[in-house]
């Protein structure tokens, strides 16, 4: 009943900032969470950042300072601005959506986040 679309993915180097964005679809008034989660290769899947309906942030240690997530209800959509990028934040990066129902767990297909000199 949710479909999501994400973009902003791509090369960087060092220090440099992205900015990703994902658009929900569909039955967004079923949404309570949305979030973004990163996987690198050899990985599991990490929660990068997560924000309630309410705009109630919350990141992994490792982002924090660093990444900013916003939500726009009006537009159904979720933004991770990524700034002071380094090596270990290569990954795809994908979108999540969660209901108040925990069935509702809904995933983009992911868009690659490169840091490299």
């Known amino acids: 009943q949710v479909r999501l679309v994400e973009s902003g993915g791509g090369l960087v180097q060092p220090g440099g900032s992205l900015r990703l964005s994902c658009v929900a679809s569909?039955?967004?008034?079923?949404?309570?969470?949305m979030g973004w989660y990163r996987q690198a290769p050899g990985k599991e899947r990490e929660l990068v950042a997560s924000?309630?309906?309410?705009?109630?942030?919350n990141y992994a240690v490792s982002v924090k300072g660093r990444f900013t997530i916003s939500r726009d209800g009006a537009k159904n959509t979720v933004d991770l601005q990524m700034n002071s990028l380094n090596a270990e934040d290569t990954a795809l990066y994908y979108c999540?959506?969660?209901?108040?129902?925990?069935?509702?767990?809904?995933w983009g297909q992911g868009t690659q986040v490169t840091v490299s000199s």
């Open positions: 999540n959506v969660k209901g108040s129902n925990k069935r509702l767990d809904v």
């Open positions: 924000i309630t309906r309410g705009g109630t942030p």
């Open positions: 569909g039955s967004i008034l079923l949404i309570s969470t």
